[in-house]
């Protein structure tokens, strides 16, 4: 399976990198997605096992004291470029084994919903910062995708760039594929950005409750738990990643 689902990145890595948004490429991210739904996958994983898990205490010493975040601790995943679906794998199964196929889904959809994205709800939460639209989703993009952003100056179009560096396996994930983890995992996500100096101006926007794609609207009455997502920093105060607990 593994090796199946590096050979699905690579090559809608390629599609997108030449600019392949014809019905052919897009009936290829189509069938990666049919493909996947047909892994047992997604449900959360049980609490007793997630609770012998390593604990990160650095991480657990920077959760934000926030709603619902009482009495929790980090999980310890591989800060290996693969940390934000590393991390949604622990929550989903227990282990990180799953994190190709969340990156392969991710990237399929940021690249079938780029007007979605290129809009998202969480935009306005970064309103309060007093900058514009256009500067908040630079905030959402990584490197590569934020100079795609300035040559090109349209939301919409800068999310293909973002979809090819999510292909890309060990590339570090940005809030713009949380937005999208979300909808593959099909339940909210409550990002937590720690406070300190360097960061306080931008919480607003980087943390807070993210719902899957059509359910901003909706009340949800399933009772579905809330996967909590941490960004932390592995190594130094530079490197941020994200990290899940419980």
Not at 3 to 12: A, F, G, R, V
Not at 24 to 51: G, I, Y
Not at 90 to 107: C, F, H, M, P, W
Request: net charge negative.
């Amino acid at each position: 399976m593994s090796s199946e689902i590096k050979d699905d990145l690579l090559n809608l890595q390629k599609n997108l990198m030449v600019g392949d948004t014809s019905l052919s490429s897009r009936h290829f991210a189509e069938e990666c997605e049919r493909n996947m739904s047909k892994v047992d996958r997604f449900s959360s994983c049980d609490l007793e096992l997630l609770n012998a898990l390593t604990e990160d205490q650095f991480s657990s010493a920077i959760i934000p004291s926030e709603e619902g975040t009482k009495g929790t601790k980090a999980l310890k995943t591989s800060g290996d470029g693969n940390c934000l679906y590393n991390s949604a794998s622990v929550l989903i199964q227990g282990d990180e084994s799953a994190n190709l196929v969340l990156r392969l889904l991710t990237a399929v959809e940021l690249y079938l919903n780029p007007e979605y994205y290129a809009d998202h709800p969480k935009i306005a939460d970064g309103r309060s910062l007093r900058l514009s639209d256009e500067t908040i989703f630079t905030l959402l993009l990584s490197d590569g995708a934020q100079k795609e952003f300035e040559k090109q100056g349209f939301r919409v179009d800068t999310v293909q760039p973002q979809a090819v560096v999510t292909c890309i396996e060990k590339k570090y994930g940005t809030l713009l594929n949380v937005m999208a983890l979300a909808t593959v995992l099909n339940r909210p996500l409550l990002s937590l950005y720690p406070k300190f100096d360097k960061s306080a101006g931008i919480c607003p926007l980087m943390s807070g409750i993210i719902n899957p794609r059509g359910m901003e609207q909706e009340k949800d009455e399933s009772g579905s738990v809330v996967f909590r997502l941490l960004w932390t920093r592995d190594g130094n105060f530079d490197n941020r990643r994200p990290a899940n607990f419980l």
